[in-house]
């Protein structure tokens, strides 16, 4: 069966970097755009972050341009997440997502449109 496995999250200062890693298996990895979710207590599940298959068409929400950056390894099958200078308003459990592909859109910053989920990592950011 499909499996996604987040790992990298923790505790760490404002101003700090993660590097969370998502493995997928069960999947034909490089058919899937990849995208990352978070969840904030208290708040719907928002996206992040989206890399199309070769990796080279990246996507991002505006409060995370260009302090995260997103990352694949298909020969791995291994979506990354870089997150550098981290704010309080970072914190939240982090999700990978792969949505397989469709020519119905470029990429989707929609949760119901990802087939398959992982369980989340923890990131927070204090202050």
């Known amino acids: 069966q499909v499996q996604l496995v987040e790992s990298g999250g923790g505790l760490v200062q404002a101003g700090d970097s993660l590097r969370l890693s998502c493995v997928a298996s069960?999947?034909?990895?490089?058919?899937?755009?990849m995208g990352w979710f978070r969840q904030a207590p208290g708040k719907e599940r928002e996206f992040v972050a989206a890399?199309?298959?070769?990796?080279?068409?990246?996507y991002y929400r505006g409060s995370v341009k260009g302090r995260f950056t997103i990352s694949r390894d298909n020969a791995k099958n291994t979506v990354y997440l870089r997150m550098d200078s981290l704010k309080p308003d970072d914190t939240a459990v982090y999700y990978c997502?792969?949505?397989?592909?469709?020519?119905?859109?470029?990429?989707?910053?929609?949760?119901?449109?990802?087939?398959?989920w992982g369980q989340g990592t923890q990131v927070t950011v204090s202050s």
């Open positions: 069960g999947l034909t990895f490089s058919s899937y755009t």
């Open positions: 890399a199309k298959w070769s990796g080279t068409s990246t």
């Open positions: 997502a792969a949505d397989y592909y469709t020519s119905t859109y470029v990429y989707s910053a929609v949760a119901s449109d990802y087939d398959y």
